[in-house]
């Protein structure tokens, strides 16, 4: 695995240091996948889940738009993978789903989190809402929940890799 994650700076100011643990599990993410075909990224490794990074990638990829294009900027942003017929369809890739049109979902959301982003206060409220949280929710608080949505996902995803191919990382 060859992405380069970069620690965020242990003396940085706050916003700094939230958007720093964002991008560094944003790329550790990327990190567990790198190197796999998109069969094995597809794969779920720890039966009898249905996870496989791919699903995961995906899943941030709704994360993403969820939290930082509906809730923060209070955009009409429709789902990308899921839908009445299947409510978790981020976690179910097809054979015909590839790791470049994932990856580059995922970049286009990242991207447009950090459009919504630029120059907002992190004491700034979102201007929309989430299904499980009605109240407006401050941009730090989102940071926050990003970081710790990243970080558990990482989990899974070392988990996978390493039943995948053997490798594991930190």
């Not at 299947?86 to 976690?91: A, L, Q, S, V």
């Not at 630029?118 to 979102?126: F, K, M, Q, R, Y």
């Not at 941009?139 to 949505?149: A, C, D, G, N, P």
């Amino acid at each position: 695995m060859t992405t380069e994650r970069t620690e965020p700076a242990q003396n940085a100011d706050e916003r700094s240091m939230l958007e720093g643990w964002l991008d560094y599990h944003r790329d550790t993410l990327a990190w567990k996948c790198a190197g796999l075909t998109d069969e094995q990224l597809r794969t779920a490794s720890v039966p009898p889940s249905d996870l496989s990074l791919m699903g995961l990638v995906r899943h941030m990829a709704e994360v993403e738009r969820s939290w930082f294009r509906r809730v923060f900027a209070g955009e009409d942003a429709g789902p990308l993978y899921y839908g009445d017929a299947d409510p978790d369809g981020e976690f179910h890739p097809g054979e015909a789903d590839t790791w470049k049109d994932a990856y580059e979902t995922w970049q286009t959301e990242i991207a447009a989190a950090r459009r919504n982003t630029a120059g907002a206060a992190l004491d700034d409220l979102s201007l929309g809402r989430h299904h499980s949280h009605p109240q407006p929710c401050s941009l730090r608080w989102i940071y926050t929940h990003m970081i710790e949505e990243y970080a558990r996902h990482n989990g899974h995803a070392d988990l996978l890799r390493q039943r995948i191919d053997g490798v594991t990382g930190e």
